[in-house]
């Protein structure tokens, strides 16, 4: 089972850009998998971010599409994401997860510890 | 828009059976067995429990069982553990490659 770790600070500045690295570690990033990056906000549900595969190619969520930047580091094995013009809104725990391909559907089968990014208003 | 809607809450008693349903609106999200299920515990990640609709990763208990009618998921918990309670989510997505997670239902035991 691959394993995912999550990096970066836990504190964002208002307007500024909050910055995230998701490790992978146990599987190559260059499987035929996407990588996604999931929030779960105080009291609210998950909601799915956006997602990258190893070519560069992306998927954005289209109610944050503006304002998120993904990118993915084939040598080092891991991806990141950069999401601009922060509110207290985005505050919320940011976990990495992979959308795996299997039976010919795909699904988050493995996902990182989860990280808090807090507005530092 | 996509989305999928769940019941806010069910609960049950230690033994019983309860079932959460997730009905997709909007585009083709709910159109094909796409559907994944997540438990979600306070201070954890998601943790999957069902995918394809009905198949589960090796590790999940058969007291965990999904089905598909129309546009509606469903996930069945029987034989009801303390250990069941949690959010759960239900997840899929469109053709156009949006991912969209269901709204969550609290489990109570």
């Known amino acids: 089972q691959v394993q995912l770790q999550e990096s970066g600070p836990g504190l964002v500045k208002p307007s500024g850009t909050l910055s995230l690295t998701c490790t992978v570690a146990?599987?190559?990033?260059?499987?035929?998998?996407?990588w996604s990056w999931v929030r779960q906000s105080p009291g609210q549900g998950l909601e799915w971010i956006g997602e990258?595969?190893?070519?560069?190619?992306?998927n954005y969520n289209p109610s944050l599409k503006s304002r998120i930047t993904l990118s993915v580091d084939r040598s080092n094995n891991h991806f990141s994401l950069n999401l601009s013009s922060v509110t207290a809104a985005d505050t919320a725990v940011y976990y990495c997860?992979?959308?795996?391909?299997?039976?010919?559907?795909?699904?988050?089968?493995?996902w990182g510890q989860g990280t808090l990014v807090t507005d530092s208003s | 828009q996509s989305a999928l809607t769940q019941p806010p809450s069910v609960s049950g008693s230690p033994g019983q059976s309860v079932t959460i349903s997730c009905t997709g609106t909007g585009g083709d999200v709910g159109t094909y067995d796409r559907f994944s299920w997540y438990q979600k515990a306070p201070g954890t990640a998601p943790k999957l429990i069902l995918y394809?609709?009905?198949y589960r990763p090796s590790g999940v208990p058969d007291r965990f069982s999904g089905s598909k009618s129309g546009s509606t998921a469903s996930l069945t918990i029987s034989g009801l553990q303390a250990e069941d309670e949690g959010l759960y989510y239900c997840?899929?997505?469109?053709?156009?490659?949006?991912?969209?997670f269901g709204t969550g239902t609290k489990v109570t035991v």
């Open positions: 146990g599987g190559s990033i260059t499987s035929s998998s996407w």
């Open positions: 997860a992979r959308n795996y391909y299997g039976l010919g559907i795909y699904y988050f089968d493995s």
């Open positions: 990258i595969y190893h070519t560069g190619t992306t």
């Open positions: 997840a899929s997505y469109t053709s156009s490659s949006d991912r969209v």
């Open positions: 394809k609709v009905s």
